[in-house]
């Protein structure tokens, strides 16, 4: 490419800014701008490279965190404090099988409350998907790799796929309290 050609309206020295901007910062300062460029600032939240949120700044809430390369789609409201790891996918709404044409619907339809809400103060470690409909209660531990398929309570660990309760967060102590098998504390 010659220097004076553009790419997408840029120039080559502004794409190569931007690449390294996109892509290399992953610090606090370059996250909440970020995410103001974005539309999210004034709330201390921060949005790392690569993450794509496709939500009404009104939903994410005071000192979150978004992760790398996450997904957000639709009506996700995200509560204050809430940490996302990188690569997780939280989406509200679906498709629908269509009988007449034999294949899905290509918008997603609501036939109910398909929305998504992560509780204050939650954690979702990396490559957490929470399918619509859920709500994450307050303050959960929900482990990596976790598929969330149902809402959880308050201050719940929560693992696997689909995902179920392993444990709780004692909210007097922050202390981690694990179930055995049948579900009962150990």
């Known amino acids: 490419m010659k220097n004076d050609e553009t790419i997408h309206g840029l120039t ?23 995410a103001e460029i974005l539309g999210f600032g004034g709330k201390e939240t921060e949005i790392a490279p690569g993450a794509n949120v496709r939500v009404a700044p009104d939903l994410i809430g005071r000192r979150s965190f978004i992760g790398l390369y996450c997904y957000l789609n639709g009506k996700v409201t995200v509560g204050d404090d ?3 790891g990188p ?9 629908k099988f269509d009988a007449a044409t034999g294949a899905f619907t290509a918008r997603t339809e609501g ?18 998907t929470v399918t619509p409909g859920c709500k994450i209660g307050r303050r959960n531990l929900i ?24 444990g709780r967060i004692d909210p007097e102590t922050g202390k981690y309290h694990w179930f055995d098998r049948k579900g009962d504390e150990k």
């Open 111 to 128: 036939d109910g409350d398909e929305s998504v809400t992560i509780g204050d103060g939650s954690w979702l470690c990396s490559n957490v």
């Open 143 to 166: 482990c990596a790799g976790a598929v969330v398929t149902k809402s959880t309570p308050d201050y719940a660990i929560v693992a696997g796929v689909p995902a179920k309760q392993i």
């Open 82 to 84: 809430v940490l996302i």
């Open 87 to 95: 690569h997780c996918s939280i989406i509200a709404g679906n498709h």
């Open 12 to 34: 080559r020295e502004e794409f190569e800014k931007f690449t390294v901007y996109s892509m290399a910062t992953n610090d606090r300062r370059s996250n909440l701008l970020r």
